[in-house]
């Protein structure tokens, strides 16, 4: 079974601190997702990575960056947290495109709640 | 426009009951369509996908898609309550690469004993 696992489920911070999120994936998977949840909006992408070093925005990046140095590890990066960026994030990974069976399934983490303060 | 679109409910089914929900895509060269439940407090879990138009059926769940007029479907037969959850459409577009997905936001399905 694909793991993902992520660092923390529940994390509080206080505005301006620089905060780390990180997401490990056990299946040898390509693409790494950075999504936050919240409610009536959905999930919305953040940042993607489809190999190590390379990193493309979402549709939301403002506010985030992201590092992938090794395969399995893909890290979200908030430079100085905001309240506005109080929520759900969940990282997913998925095999690359085409690449065989269930083509762009995505698996999930556990979800971190994040609450800045 | 949003690019996938569901309505958000809350839609209640009683037990036993089918669940019929609707997803509408903007994109018209889209190609992979997936629906993924999630219950409160936990991460999506893909239950179904669907690349042809049609219907595909896993137990008691069926995928319909009819690209044409840009709707996937999914139904649920004899519901239960277990099945009360969020469920998300989410579709890959055909500009998108690396497998990226655009998600709805989702429709909650309560099911009522």
């Known amino acids: 079974d694909v793991k993902v696992t992520q660092s923390s489920r529940y994390l509080v911070k206080r505005t301006g601190e620089k905060v780390f999120l990180e997401c490990v994936q056990d299946?040898?998977?390509?693409?790494m997702f950075w999504y936050r949840q919240d409610p009536g909006l959905g999930l919305r992408l953040i940042y993607f990575?489809?190999?190590?070093?390379?990193?493309e925005k979402g549709d939301i990046p403002e506010g985030y960056s992201v590092s992938r140095e090794k395969k399995e590890r893909f890290s979200l990066i908030l430079e100085s947290a905001s309240t506005n960026q109080t929520s759900m994030y969940l990282c997913?990974?998925?095999?690359?495109?085409?690449?065989?069976?269930?083509?762009?399934?995505?698996?999930f983490g556990p979800g971190t709640r994040l609450t800045v303060l | 426009q949003k690019e996938v679109e569901q309505n958000s409910g809350p839609l209640s089914v009683p037990e036993g009951a089918i669940a019929s929900l609707n997803c509408t895509y903007s994109d018209r060269g889209s190609q992979s369509f997936f629906w993924y439940r999630q219950y409160s407090g936990k991460s999506p879990e893909l239950i179904m996908f669907?690349?042809?138009?049609g219907d595909k059926e896993d137990g008691r769940f069926t995928a319909q898609l009819n690209k044409a007029s840009q709707y996937v479907s999914l139904l649920i037969r004899d519901s239960q309550p277990s099945d009360s959850a969020t469920y998300l459409c989410a579709v890959n577009k055909r500009t998108d690469s690396w497998g990226k997905l655009q998600f709805g936001a989702g429709t909650q399905v309560v099911v009522t004993p």
């Open positions: 997913a990974s998925s095999l690359l495109s085409g690449s065989g069976s269930s083509y762009n399934e995505q698996f």
């Open positions: 299946m040898d998977h390509e693409n």
């Open positions: 990575s489809y190999d190590v070093k390379m990193k």
């Open positions: 669907i690349y042809s138009n």
